[in-house]
T-cell receptor
Protein backbone atom coordinates (compact mmCIF):
# COMPACT_ATOMS: atom_id res chain seq x y z
CA UNK A 1 0.00 0.00 0.00
CA UNK A 2 0.88 3.65 -0.25
CA UNK A 3 3.41 4.91 2.25
CA UNK A 4 3.87 8.31 3.81
CA UNK A 5 7.03 9.00 5.75
CA UNK A 6 7.93 11.74 8.19
CA UNK A 7 11.30 13.00 9.27
CA UNK A 8 12.42 13.29 11.94
CA UNK A 9 10.40 10.91 14.07
CA UNK A 10 11.44 12.69 17.24
CA UNK A 11 13.06 16.07 17.78
CA UNK A 12 14.03 18.05 20.86
CA UNK A 13 14.77 21.73 20.47
CA UNK A 14 15.36 24.73 22.65
CA UNK A 15 12.79 27.44 23.12
CA UNK A 16 13.10 30.16 20.49
CA UNK A 17 14.56 27.97 17.76
CA UNK A 18 12.81 26.73 14.61
CA UNK A 19 12.19 23.14 13.65
CA UNK A 20 11.36 21.70 10.24
CA UNK A 21 9.35 18.50 9.83
CA UNK A 22 9.17 16.74 6.47
CA UNK A 23 6.31 14.70 5.10
CA UNK A 24 6.93 12.59 1.99
CA UNK A 25 4.71 10.41 -0.10
CA UNK A 26 7.03 7.58 -1.10
CA UNK A 27 5.25 5.87 -3.96
CA UNK A 28 2.57 8.24 -5.12
CA UNK A 29 2.04 11.89 -5.91
CA UNK A 30 -0.08 14.11 -3.73
CA UNK A 31 -1.16 17.61 -4.69
CA UNK A 32 -2.68 17.95 -1.26
CA UNK A 33 -1.32 16.95 2.12
CA UNK A 34 -2.71 17.59 5.57
CA UNK A 35 -1.04 18.41 8.85
CA UNK A 36 -2.53 17.35 12.17
CA UNK A 37 -1.51 17.92 15.73
CA UNK A 38 -2.17 15.48 18.54
CA UNK A 39 -1.92 16.22 22.24
CA UNK A 40 -1.51 13.32 24.67
CA UNK A 41 -4.68 11.29 24.98
CA UNK A 42 -6.53 13.71 22.73
CA UNK A 43 -7.85 13.81 19.22
CA UNK A 44 -5.89 14.62 16.13
CA UNK A 45 -6.62 18.24 15.28
CA UNK A 46 -6.37 19.38 11.68
CA UNK A 47 -3.98 22.31 11.47
CA UNK A 48 -3.75 23.05 7.78
CA UNK A 49 -4.09 21.83 4.23
CA UNK A 50 -0.90 21.91 2.22
CA UNK A 51 -1.38 22.58 -1.49
CA UNK A 52 1.32 21.96 -4.07
CA UNK A 53 2.11 25.17 -5.92
CA UNK A 54 -0.02 27.43 -3.77
CA UNK A 55 -0.41 28.70 -0.25
CA UNK A 56 -1.49 26.45 2.56
CA UNK A 57 -4.98 26.77 4.01
CA UNK A 58 -4.98 27.05 7.78
CA UNK A 59 -7.74 26.04 10.16
CA UNK A 60 -9.24 28.62 12.43
CA UNK A 61 -7.06 29.38 15.39
CA UNK A 62 -3.82 28.10 13.84
CA UNK A 63 -1.12 30.76 13.55
CA UNK A 64 0.12 30.73 9.97
CA UNK A 65 3.22 32.75 10.83
CA UNK A 66 4.18 30.25 13.47
CA UNK A 67 3.49 27.08 11.53
CA UNK A 68 4.96 27.62 8.08
CA UNK A 69 3.94 25.09 5.47
CA UNK A 70 5.63 24.62 2.13
CA UNK A 71 4.49 22.06 -0.42
CA UNK A 72 7.68 22.00 -2.45
CA UNK A 73 6.82 19.17 -4.80
CA UNK A 74 4.21 16.54 -5.49
CA UNK A 75 5.86 14.27 -2.92
CA UNK A 76 7.06 16.63 -0.21
CA UNK A 77 5.44 18.99 2.27
CA UNK A 78 7.28 20.63 5.15
CA UNK A 79 6.02 22.10 8.39
CA UNK A 80 8.31 24.58 10.12
CA UNK A 81 7.54 25.49 13.69
CA UNK A 82 9.10 28.93 14.12
CA UNK A 83 10.29 30.36 17.43
CA UNK A 84 9.16 27.23 19.19
CA UNK A 85 7.89 27.37 22.75
CA UNK A 86 7.19 24.57 25.24
CA UNK A 87 3.47 24.77 24.46
CA UNK A 88 4.27 23.74 20.89
CA UNK A 89 5.44 20.38 22.18
CA UNK A 90 3.15 17.85 20.58
CA UNK A 91 2.84 15.00 18.11
CA UNK A 92 2.57 16.20 14.51
CA UNK A 93 1.09 13.90 11.89
CA UNK A 94 0.75 14.40 8.15
CA UNK A 95 -1.53 12.63 5.72
CA UNK A 96 -1.91 12.49 1.98
CA UNK A 97 -4.45 11.10 -0.48
CA UNK A 98 -3.05 9.71 -3.73
CA UNK A 99 -4.35 11.65 -6.71
CA UNK A 100 -6.09 8.57 -8.03
CA UNK A 101 -7.76 7.58 -4.79
CA UNK A 102 -9.89 8.91 -2.02
CA UNK A 103 -7.92 6.89 0.49
CA UNK A 104 -5.99 8.83 3.09
CA UNK A 105 -2.52 7.66 4.12
CA UNK A 106 -0.96 8.84 7.33
CA UNK A 107 2.64 9.32 8.28
CA UNK A 108 3.98 7.79 11.51
CA UNK A 109 4.15 11.18 13.19
CA UNK A 110 6.86 13.42 14.62
CA UNK A 111 7.15 14.03 18.32
CA UNK A 112 8.37 17.56 19.06
CA UNK A 113 9.63 18.45 22.51
CA UNK A 114 10.55 22.06 23.17
CA UNK A 115 12.66 22.66 26.26
CA UNK B 1 -19.56 22.06 14.92
CA UNK B 2 -18.85 18.51 13.90
CA UNK B 3 -17.45 16.21 16.54
CA UNK B 4 -16.72 12.60 17.33
CA UNK B 5 -16.94 11.04 20.78
CA UNK B 6 -15.53 7.63 21.55
CA UNK B 7 -15.15 5.68 24.74
CA UNK B 8 -12.08 6.28 26.80
CA UNK B 9 -9.43 3.68 27.23
CA UNK B 10 -7.46 1.80 27.91
CA UNK B 11 -9.61 -1.20 27.26
CA UNK B 12 -7.92 -4.36 28.50
CA UNK B 13 -9.14 -7.72 27.25
CA UNK B 14 -8.06 -11.31 27.23
CA UNK B 15 -7.36 -13.03 23.93
CA UNK B 16 -10.53 -14.32 22.22
CA UNK B 17 -12.74 -11.87 24.12
CA UNK B 18 -15.39 -9.74 22.41
CA UNK B 19 -14.44 -6.14 21.74
CA UNK B 20 -16.75 -3.16 21.42
CA UNK B 21 -15.61 0.44 21.12
CA UNK B 22 -18.43 2.95 21.14
CA UNK B 23 -18.38 5.92 18.80
CA UNK B 24 -20.99 8.61 18.35
CA UNK B 25 -20.87 11.70 16.20
CA UNK B 26 -22.42 15.10 15.79
CA UNK B 27 -22.53 16.54 12.30
CA UNK B 28 -24.61 18.70 10.04
CA UNK B 29 -25.38 16.59 7.06
CA UNK B 30 -24.34 13.05 6.30
CA UNK B 31 -20.65 12.38 6.73
CA UNK B 32 -18.66 9.33 5.84
CA UNK B 33 -17.49 7.44 8.91
CA UNK B 34 -14.18 5.71 9.49
CA UNK B 35 -12.23 3.63 11.93
CA UNK B 36 -8.48 4.03 11.86
CA UNK B 37 -5.99 1.94 13.81
CA UNK B 38 -2.54 3.00 14.99
CA UNK B 39 -0.09 0.28 15.95
CA UNK B 40 2.87 1.25 18.13
CA UNK B 41 5.39 3.28 16.18
CA UNK B 42 3.33 3.33 13.01
CA UNK B 43 1.03 5.73 11.19
CA UNK B 44 -2.74 5.57 11.22
CA UNK B 45 -4.16 2.89 8.95
CA UNK B 46 -7.66 2.73 7.61
CA UNK B 47 -9.46 -0.17 9.24
CA UNK B 48 -12.92 0.22 7.73
CA UNK B 49 -15.36 2.83 6.52
CA UNK B 50 -19.02 3.43 5.73
CA UNK B 51 -20.31 6.15 3.48
CA UNK B 52 -24.05 6.12 4.09
CA UNK B 53 -26.66 5.09 6.62
CA UNK B 54 -26.99 1.36 7.31
CA UNK B 55 -23.72 0.60 5.52
CA UNK B 56 -21.58 -1.93 7.31
CA UNK B 57 -17.84 -1.64 7.06
CA UNK B 58 -15.76 -4.72 7.77
CA UNK B 59 -12.12 -5.72 7.69
CA UNK B 60 -9.87 -8.18 9.52
CA UNK B 61 -12.80 -9.45 11.60
CA UNK B 62 -13.81 -5.95 12.69
CA UNK B 63 -17.23 -4.54 11.86
CA UNK B 64 -19.07 -1.26 12.29
CA UNK B 65 -22.51 -0.18 11.08
CA UNK B 66 -23.44 3.40 10.23
CA UNK B 67 -26.51 4.14 12.36
CA UNK B 68 -28.05 7.45 11.42
CA UNK B 69 -30.86 7.22 13.95
CA UNK B 70 -28.44 6.92 16.85
CA UNK B 71 -25.57 8.81 15.13
CA UNK B 72 -23.27 5.97 16.01
CA UNK B 73 -20.56 3.84 14.43
CA UNK B 74 -19.54 1.32 17.07
CA UNK B 75 -16.59 -0.96 16.34
CA UNK B 76 -16.86 -4.66 17.17
CA UNK B 77 -14.75 -7.76 16.89
CA UNK B 78 -15.89 -11.14 18.03
CA UNK B 79 -12.56 -12.63 19.09
CA UNK B 80 -9.56 -10.39 19.60
CA UNK B 81 -5.93 -11.39 19.32
CA UNK B 82 -2.83 -9.99 20.97
CA UNK B 83 -1.94 -8.46 17.60
CA UNK B 84 -5.07 -6.28 17.83
CA UNK B 85 -3.44 -4.25 20.59
CA UNK B 86 -3.38 -0.72 19.24
CA UNK B 87 -5.09 2.66 19.45
CA UNK B 88 -8.35 2.91 17.52
CA UNK B 89 -9.70 6.21 16.19
CA UNK B 90 -13.21 6.91 15.03
CA UNK B 91 -13.46 9.72 12.48
CA UNK B 92 -15.80 11.48 10.11
CA UNK B 93 -15.28 13.36 6.90
CA UNK B 94 -17.39 15.00 4.25
CA UNK B 95 -16.19 13.88 0.82
CA UNK B 96 -18.08 16.67 -0.88
CA UNK B 97 -16.14 19.17 1.17
CA UNK B 98 -12.37 18.97 1.21
CA UNK B 99 -11.38 15.35 1.16
CA UNK B 100 -8.95 14.63 3.92
CA UNK B 101 -10.40 17.04 6.46
CA UNK B 102 -11.14 14.52 9.14
CA UNK B 103 -12.68 15.06 12.54
CA UNK B 104 -11.20 12.46 14.89
CA UNK B 105 -12.29 11.07 18.19
CA UNK B 106 -9.78 11.01 21.03
CA UNK B 107 -8.72 7.45 20.35
CA UNK B 108 -9.19 4.32 22.43
CA UNK B 109 -6.23 2.22 23.43
CA UNK B 110 -6.91 -1.50 23.36
CA UNK B 111 -4.63 -3.92 25.18
CA UNK B 112 -5.12 -7.63 24.55
CA UNK B 113 -3.37 -10.01 26.91
CA UNK B 114 -2.56 -13.65 26.18
Amino acid sequence: GAVVSQHPSWVICKSGTSVKIECRSLDFQATTMFWYRQFPKQSLMLMATSNEGSKATYEQGVEKDKFLINHASLTLSTLTVTSAHPEDSSFYICSAPPETSYEQYFGPGTRLTVT
Amino acid sequence: GDSVTQMEGPVTLSEEAFLTINCTYTATGYPSLFWYVQYPGEGLQLLLKATKADDKGSNKGFEATYRKETTSFHLEKGSVQVSDSAVYFCALSFPTDSWGKFQFGAGTQVVVTP
